[in-house]
């Protein structure tokens, strides 16, 4: 099992930061449900009735964690969750309790494949 280091603590934190907001959690949660193909702004912006400055901050700072990742189709642009990402988070916070005291048992995590 890999050791965290400070940065990847560091990392983590302000990545489950980024999510904090109850704006970005709706976001993520949608392009999780999106997932593979993502969505397009104008998708995200009426599902969750967010106006279109405010997701652009929204969706600007879960790239920036590296949550989610942006592609430009023509003059759109598609959002989609980065799964990797969320992936190493989920380890990083169920490490200790699979390893050292068993409070959850590892069969019980689903794996997200890559």
Known sequence: ???NGPEDVSRYADMLAAMGAEPRLRIMRLL???HPRGMVVGEISEDLGVAGSTLSHHLEK???EG??????ESTFLRYTADTGSLQDLLGFLFAECCTRNQAIEPESIVQIAK
């Open 1 to 3: 099992m890999k050791k």
């Open 32 to 34: 999780l449900s999106a």
């Open 62 to 64: 879960l790239k920036n």
């Open 67 to 72: 949550l989610i990742t942006v592609k430009r």
